[in-house]
C-alpha cells in the first residue's frame, strides 16, 4: 500500500458539490484548489473575504439548509444535455476554467466552462485568436448555479485549517540557481507519506509542520531548485480536502492509487 496503515490524507465525507477556478499560469498542471466544496453530511469548506483577506471557511449547514442545498443542485444534476465542455471566449487564450462536480442519489454531473470567472478576480494576460468559432452559452441552470457556489452565502462559518498540506515536486533540472537540500529528517519520495504522479511526486505533511517548511523555503535561491533523491525540483503546495480523489477522478481523469 501507498499509505501507512493508519495514514490516509483524504479521509472524510463524500462531496456532492465542488466548484474550482484554474489558474492558467500555475506553475503545477491540475494543482487547482477549489473554490468551494459542499460535502453530503453538510460540511461547507468555502473561500470567502474576511477583514480583507481571502482564506478558507468552514461551516455545517442545518438539516433543512443541507436539503434546500441538494434542491438547489437539481435543475443542474438533472439536465439531460449538459455538455462536459463550454468556451465562453474561444477567441482568447489562457483564460480560466470553472470546473464543476455535482452528484445527487443517483448520478454524478460534470461541465467546465472556459472563460467564466469569478467577478473581481482581475483579467489574465491573453492572445487575441481571430477567425474564432461563436462563443458557447452554458445552460442558465449552470450559470445560476456558480454565482450560488462562488458567493459563499453559507451561514456562520470559522476559518478552516487542513490536516494535512501536500508539498508537489515537479521536474526543475534545468533551475540556474544553486540547490538546497531537502531535509533528511523529514518524509522522502519513498516514504509512506509519499504519491508519485507520473514524472512528478507529492508528499503530505502535517499542518504543523508549516512553519519548519516556510522557513526551509525561506533558504531558496529564486531560481534555484529543491534537490531530493539525487534530482532537481520544483516545488509548490496546496492544503489537502478530504476525499479530493473523487473529484480529481471525475474532472481531470486521474485518481490516487489508494483510493
Known amino acids: 500500500p501507498i499509505w501507512a496503515e493508519d495514514f490516509d490524507p483524504y479521509a472524510g465525507p463524500t462531496p456532492i458539490a465542488v466548484l474550482i477556478q484554474t489558474n492558467p499560469w500555475a506553475s503545477v498542471l491540475d494543482a487547482d484548489t477549489p473554490l ?134 515537479s521536474n526543475y533540472d534545468n533551475a540556474p540557481d544553486a540547490s538546497i537540500q531537502w531535509p533528511t529528517d523529514w518524509p522522502g519520495l519513498d516514504s509512506e507519506r509519499a504519491l508519485k504522479r507520473g514524472d512528478s511526486y507529492s508528499i503530505f505533511l502535517d499542518i504543523d509542520m508549516v512553519p519548519k517548511l516556510s522557513e526551509f523555503l525561506k533558504n531558496r535561491n529564486p531560481k534555484g531548485a529543491i534537490e531530493l533523491g539525487g534530482k532537481k525540483w520544483g516545488l509548490s503546495t496546496r492544503a489537502v480536502f478530504p476525499r479530493e480523489p473523487v473529484w480529481r477522478k471525475a474532472l481531470w481523469g486521474v485518481a490516487d492509487e489508494n483510493q
Not at 481571502?54 to 443542485?73: A, V
Not at 487575441?128 to 448555479?145: E, F
Request: glycine fraction near 8%; hydrophobic fraction near 35%; charge should be positive.
Open 36 to 169: 468551494v466544496v459542499v460535502y453530503e453530511n453538510g460540511e461547507v469548506i468555502f473561500v470567502k473575504r474576511v477583514d480583507g483577506k481571502y482564506g478558507y471557511q468552514h461551516t455545517t449547514l442545518t438539516e433543512d439548509g443541507l436539503k434546500q442545498f441538494r434542491k438547489d443542485l437539481e435543475p443542474v444534476v438533472s439536465l439531460g444535455d449538459l455538455r462536459p465542455w463550454y468556451s465562453m471566449t474561444p477567441q482568447a487564450t489562457d483564460q480560466p476554467i470553472s470546473m464543476f462536480y455535482l452528484r445527487n442519489q443517483e448520478r454524478v454531473a460534470t461541465s467546465r466552462v472556459y472563460g467564466l470567472r469569478v467577478p473581481g478576480t482581475g483579467a489574465m494576460a491573453y492572445t487575441h485568436l481571430p477567425n474564432s468559432p461563436k462563443p458557447d452559452v452554458p445552460p442558465i441552470a449552470l450559470r445560476r448555479l456558480h454565482k450560488r457556489l462562488y458567493r459563499g452565502d453559507f451561514p456562520g462559518g470559522s476559518a478552516w485549517t487542513p490536516k494535512y498540506i501536500e508539498v508537489m515536486f
